[in-house]
């Protein structure tokens, strides 16, 4: 668990993000971010769209049950 801290931004709120965040989400300064309400009412900070991630895990099982069809494709 990471705590972080509410601060005033001008006339906005927001929250600075330690840099191990930062490289856990896979980001960078100006990507966007996605904040999803699960269904407990907490969120979830994410740099990934929930169903293309859920599609890239299948395919990356599809991709590791077949390596060795799709080598012999690739040549």
Known sequence: ????????FGKS???ILPKEVI???HT???EHLLLI???D???RLTSHEPVIGKKMRKAQAI???CRNTL???AE
Request: overall charge positive; cysteine-free.
């Open 37 to 39: 309400e699960a269904e």
């Open 28 to 30: 960078w300064e100006g």
């Open 1 to 8: 668990m990471t705590k972080i801290t509410v601060r005033k």
């Open 63 to 65: 991709m590791s049950r």
């Open 41 to 43: 009412s907490d969120y």
């Open 23 to 25: 490289r856990r989400l």
């Open 13 to 15: 709120l927001g929250v």
């Open 71 to 73: 080598r012999a494709l």
